[in-house]
Structures are given as structure tokens and as C-alpha cells.
């Protein structure tokens, strides 16, 4: 059995230091909270009392904080809430799993104890949506109508479109893939640990589709980089990220300063490089270059498959019918309040709303209290003036022991939470205690209905 290797966070940077553990955990508790109330959010509002039959598609992060904030908001609504998936995985702490910071079950567990009293839990999958008729359909062949309805069904992680990819095969033959599962994370976690103790070439890429959490990728590379620079094996090992662009990450600023990072760090940069098929035998990736195709002889590599609406939402009237989410099927919603925009009573939240930015629990965060407040108003006759700024947040692990919280908008400005305190694109101890540690309270804080 192999044995994981312990490390120790890198020091403090000068700027958190002065932060005692007294203050940091103080800081902390102001952070989280900072996080997770909204402007006014602290005043309880009259529940408005209806008998409007809402269907929310989809029990992930989405799903369950619009079903908490719905009960909050109502009296006498009658809320559905469908997902065929009792297992809820906290998905951000995926590469956490695959770095070997946390154990596996650590994004484990289950949907039904966030489902607030008073929601109907259907245990099947949303296979027909039907938005001209108000109901939608389940693969069993129950119908359910509704008068609102919000769509949450996540993504598709489309490794099919990879030929020779086989995700069986996860965590053999020097293969990972973070996004699969928590078994897949924990699995890539044992071959990533085996190729940072012999070294060789590791081989990192990120599709050309939209995608959740687009920093991960990144991660995981630094987090590759370091643990090999701990086991002492950097010098034996060659490292490489394809970017599927022109660029690193979405925001300019970002991605200059994650280029110089992997220019200080050693890691070969490729642009343009999009993964074609994979040879899994032979350890051979072939990429998709503006010059034709290339092949990469690897012993690790992260895969990260192509992601798409599932097929039940690709197959509706929901998606955009032009520009350029058309083939990749993310619901037409507008990008400031995620309403439906050919069906005003429908609703996308989410890795599925088709919108600039905000495939993050963080997103979620800030979308779903959107949505609801414009829902709301519309079953009391008014109108809702809350809007959606496209707000991301991307903890970037840049080593074990420090990261770089940064936060941006539709427009790619920078949002800190905390300006003074956490400067966003500078790697510190207090970021990355933030993502392993004060991030999951605030996730689960999001899905009762608190954040």
C-alpha cells in the first residue's frame, strides 16, 4: 500500500504573520459571515403566504440553497425538489481529495439531511422538461407541473467525447481525473503521489468547453509542482499545462500572474492545445493544435473532459438558440437575474445558466438569492430590483500551505471581500486556511438558506 507523505505548510508570509491564532480565527468568523450575508439579509422578512407549486430540477448546491431560501420566503407553497442522486458531494473540496489534504469522505454526504421540512424529495432524474406546457417529466414517466420552475441540474462531464478514454481506469497506469467522483479523486490523489515519488513527465490540460471551477486545473498543477519539490524529485520531472486558449484564466490579471508563477516554477506553458483522444496503454495524450495534432508521451496527466448541459435540458426549449453556448446546451437565462429569457417563469441556477461567468459554489452563493428574490416578487405581484453581478470566487492553491483568494465579475474586475486584509493576487497562509478549512462551513451554511 502506498504511503502517503506528511508536509508542513510553507511559513507565513510577512503580511498574515501579525495575525495571531487568537485574531486569525476571529478574522475567520468575520470572514465567513462576510461571506455569507447578503445586504439586508439579516432582517427576516413576513413569509408571503401562496399555493404556487414550484419544481426546482436538480438537489446539488443549487438546488438545495434555492429550496432553503424558498421555505424561508413562503407559506404554503407547495416546493418539489428532484434529483435521482441521495449522495451529495461537496465538490469543491475535490482537489483537496486529490492533493491528499483530506480524506475521501470528506466531500461525501447525503442530500436528504439539507432538504428543508416542508420539500417534497423525488429520488428520480428529470428527463423531459416541458416549459410550453409547465411541467416537466421523470425517467419513470411521472409528470409534475408547476407554476415556477427552476432548473438546477449541474453539468455533464462528457468523457465520451474523448476517444480512448476510459474512466474505469482512473488512478491506473499513471492516469487521474479530479472532477469524476470522489473515488476518482482519491484515486488520481495515489497516481499523482506515485509520479511526485519517481518524476517523468505530467502532463495538464483543461477542455474547450465552459467548465466548473476553471481555476482547478491550475491547482492542481502548483499542487503536482510542490509535492514533487517536497519528495525532492522537481529536478527529475518535467511538467506541462495546455491551455486550450490563449491564455490561462478568463481574467487578464489572473493570468498574468499565474504565467509568471509556472515561469518561476519550471512548468512548460502550451497554448491552444485542446485534448483529442488518449492512449492509455501506451500513456500517449494527442492535443488539437491550431497546426494540426500533436502527441505527448506522459507518465501522469490529469484528464479534465469536455462539460456540457445534461441531455435533458440540451434536449429542451431551454438552451440559447444562438451565440456561443448553442452547442455545449446552457440554459438561456438573462446573465443579471437568471430568468428564462423566452420563459418568464422559469429559472436557471448554476453550472447550467448560460452566463459569462459563475460555474462555482461561490456563484451559487450569489445567484441563488437572485432568483429567488425575482420569484418571490413575481408571486406577490411586484418586482425585484436584485441583480446578479456575475461574482466568481477562485481560491488558487498555489503550494501546500498557501493560495490566492481571488474573486472578479462579469467584467474581469477584481472584487476582494476583504481589501487591507487578503490582497488577491499575493500567495498566503490565511488563503489557504480559508479554502481547507473555512469554506465548507459556508457551503453548508449556503445550502440551509444562510448564505
Known amino acids: 500500500m502506498h504511503k502517503e507523505k506528511a508536509w508542513r505548510p510553507a511559513r507565513q508570509p510577512q503580511e498574515t504573520a501579525k495575525l ?119 425517467d419513470s414517466g411521472k409528470s409534475f407541473a408547476y407554476d415556477y420552475l427552476i432548473v438546477a441540474t449541474g453539468l455533464q462531464l462528457d468523457y465520451a467525447a474523448i476517444p480512448g478514454m476510459d474512466v474505469t481506469q482512473i488512478g491506473k497506469n499513471g ?68 491551455s486550450n486558449n490563449k491564455a490561462l484564466f478568463s481574467v487578464p490579471i489572473v493570468s498574468e500572474k499565474v504565467r509568471m508563477l509556472f515561469k518561476d516554477r519550471g512548468v512548460k506553458v502550451h497554448y491552444e492545445r485542446v485534448l483529442q483522444s488518449i492512449d492509455l496503454g501506451k500513456r500517449i495524450a494527442t492535443f488539437k493544435t491550431p497546426d494540426g495534432s500533436t502527441e505527448i508521451q506522459y507518465d501522469f496527466i490529469n484528464v479534465i473532459p469536455p462539460m456540457r448541459a445534461p441531455a435533458a435540458v440540451m434536449n429542451s426549449p431551454l438552451p440559447w438558440k444562438s451565440g456561443p453556448w448553442v452547442a455545449e446546451g446552457w440554459m438561456e437565462v438573462d446573465k443579471g437575474n437568471l430568468r428564462h429569457v423566452r420563459f418568464p417563469n422559469v429559472f436557471g441556477v448554476g453550472d447550467i445558466a448560460g452566463v459569462p461567468k459563475g460555474k ?76 481547507t478549512m473555512a469554506l465548507k462551513p459556508t457551503y453548508i451554511s449556503m445550502l440551509r438558506g444562510r448564505a
Open 20 to 138: 495571531d491564532r487568537r485574531g486569525f480565527l476571529a478574522f475567520c468568523t468575520a470572514a465567513t459571515g462576510g461571506l455569507l450575508l447578503q445586504p439586508g439579509q439579516a432582517q427576516a422578512a413576513e413569509k408571503i403566504k401562496t399555493s404556487a407549486r414550484i419544481v426546482i430540477a436538480g438537489a446539488g448546491a443549487a438546488g438545495l440553497a434555492a429550496a432553503s431560501r424558498l421555505v424561508q420566503k413562503l407559506d404554503g407553497a407547495k416546493i418539489t425538489l428532484i434529483d435521482a442522486r441521495k449522495e451529495h458531494f461537496y465538490q469543491p473540496g475535490f482537489t483537496l481529495v486529490a492533493a491528499g489534504i483530506k480524506p475521501q469522505q470528506y466531500v461525501v454526504s447525503s442530500t436528504a439531511e439539507y432538504v428543508p421540512p416542508g420539500v417534497e424529495l423525488v429520488t428520480e432524474r428529470v428527463a423531459e422538461f416541458d416549459p410550453e406546457g409547465n411541467k416537466v417529466v421523470t
Open 175 to 242: 492516469m487521474g481525473s479530479i472532477y469524476h467522483s470522489p473515488a476518482g479523486a482519491f484515486a488520481t490523489w495515489q497516481a499523482m503521489s506515485e509520479f511526485a515519488d519517481k518524476g517523468g513527465v505530467g502532463v495538464f490540460q483543461r477542455p474547450a468547453t465552459e467548465m466548473k471551477c476553471a481555476g482547478a486545473p491550475l491547482k492542481y498543477t502548483f499542487i503536482t509542482d510542490d509535492h514533487l519539490r517536497r519528495r525532492g524529485n522537481r529536478g527529475k520531472a518535467e511538467i506541462i499545462y495546455n
Open 360 to 435: 462555482t459554489a461561490a456563484s451559487v452563493k450569489w445567484q441563488v438569492p437572485v432568483a429567488v428574490d425575482h420569484l418571490v416578487a413575481d408571486i406577490a405581484g411586484k418586482t425585484s430590483d436584485a441583480v446578479y453581478n456575475g461574482y466568481t470566487s477562485c481560491p488558487l492553491i498555489t503550494r501546500l500551505g498557501q493560495a490566492m483568494l481571488v474573486e472578479f465579475d462579469y467584467d474581469n474586475n477584481l472584487t476582494p471581500s476583504f481589501p487591507g486584509v487578503i490582497a488577491p493576487l499575493e500567495e498566503l497562509w490565511i488563503s489557504w486556511v480559508m479554502k
